[in-house]
């Protein structure tokens, strides 16, 4: 042990600094190597030093503070590394970079539909701070709605590309919600759909869901929204039990028609890693037959029932009418969704969707807040 300074303590591994306050912070010495300024393409900001390149483990030659950074020589190629001393402290301690993107959710409820935010298509495209705004609402609240929305298929791609790339699901890249003369999903029938989030049959269902109303002249077929927060932290609130059983169980999921199979087990609670509820995954129509053991559902199904009743409640269900020129778009992994029946033949009706993905939408946040790891 070598010590070169009162702040500095070399180890045969590492070495400890004293950066204030707290007693001396350790530093890996790979940790250090791999994470020298240089070992980072100043274009792509991507990692372009190769740590398993290295034939013998980093050991420092010198090492001393001055300027108030950690300068290093590294023996073998005398590479010289330089660590402000601020950077140090930020990563002193095993944890993960704040992520500007996760954020508290704003639960809502049944009345929550005259105040939902709404963000003009136009004004989207061309003014910053309304599409952070709109991100941030996507991100809280889960749902907002885009106006002024031409009756084109153009105008789809446009809104989605705000916040990422449209995602394909095996029904395709677009789709198209109106009467087929041979539907293979409820959503293309005049018919009830019920509360659900969209393509559970995948193994990673979409993210965030986008639905322009082209058309809406038909008697009846109200949208119904609920957040799937709301409604889990409420069954956390009342059954704990019940809540900590759909969080742990994976339940299967299927779509199959002629030229498709798919299958997949979802939780129907998600929680992140704080232990706060994520997301929610239900759907009956595409609910597989429960291959679990039969004394299990003794349990499950009580718990599993008390949920989607929970879900339909007045409290939480909110029920509206879509009109032409206004795309919903919600996070699919959160708010549930579904259609009141429709009277075929009352008039025209024609929604059409796609799809991107949760980490775009953070992505898009990060990006307009500039707080990414190489921001100036």
């Known amino acids: 042990m070598l010590t070169c300074a009162p702040s500095l303590t070399l180890h045969d591994t590492g070495l400890e600094i004293g950066l204030g306050d707290?007693?001396?912070a350790y530093f890996n010495y790979y940790w250090l190597r791999d994470n020298c300024a240089t070992s980072f393409d100043p274009e792509t900001r991507e990692r372009v030093f190769d740590i398993f390149a290295q034939?013998?483990?980093p050991t420092p030659l010198e090492?001393?503070?001055?300027?108030?950074?950690?300068?290093i020589v590294w023996a073998g190629d005398r590479h010289v590394s330089s660590y402000p001393l601020a950077w140090l402290a930020r990563h002193a301690q095993a944890k993960p970079r704040p992520d500007p993107a996760i954020m508290p959710r704003k639960l809502w409820y049944g009345d929550h539909y005259p105040h939902i935010p709404r963000f003009a298509l136009p004004a989207?495209?061309?003014?910053?701070?309304?599409?952070?705004?709109?991100?941030h609402t996507l991100l809280s609240e889960g749902i907002a709605l885009v106006t002024d929305m031409p009756d084109t298929d153009q105008a789809l791609e446009d809104a989605a590309t705000l916040i990422g790339v449209p995602r394909p699901t095996f029904f395709g890249l677009y789709f198209d919600v109106n009467l087929h003369a041979k539907p293979d999903n409820l959503a293309y029938t005049a018919k009830a759909l019920e509360l659900h989030t969209d393509v559970p049959s995948e193994d990673l269902p979409p993210g965030v869901q986008f639905l322009h109303c082209r058309a809406n002249s038909t008697e009846g077929g109200e949208s119904l929204f609920v957040d799937g927060a709301a409604v889990a932290a409420e069954l956390r609130r009342t059954h704990p039990d019940d809540f900590t059983l759909l969080c742990e169980t994976l339940v299967p999921f299927y779509d199959e028609h002629d030229a498709y199979d798919m299958r997949a087990r979802q939780r129907v609670i998600e929680l992140d890693e704080r232990g706060d509820i994520s997301g929610v995954t239900i759907s009956q129509h595409m609910a597989d037959v429960f291959d679990m053991d039969q004394h299990f559902l003794d349990r499950f199904y009580p718990a599993f029932c008390r949920f989607?009743?929970?879900l339909q409640d007045t409290r939480f269900l909110m029920r509206f009418r879509l009109n032409a020129g206004e795309c919903i778009v919600f996070d699919n992994h959160r708010i549930v969704h579904g259609r009141a029946a429709f009277k075929a033949g009352s008039g025209a009706r024609h929604l059409r969707g796609t799809y991107t993905d949760r980490g775009e939408l953070r992505s898009a946040w990060r990006v307009l807040s500039n707080e990414g790891r190489f921001q100036p």
């Open 22 to 24: 707290e007693k001396p």
């Open 55 to 57: 034939t013998a483990p």
């Open 308 to 310: 989607g009743r929970l």
């Open 63 to 71: 090492a001393l503070v001055e300027d108030g950074s950690l300068r």
């Open 124 to 135: 989207l495209q061309s003014d910053r701070a309304t599409r952070k705004a709109w991100v």
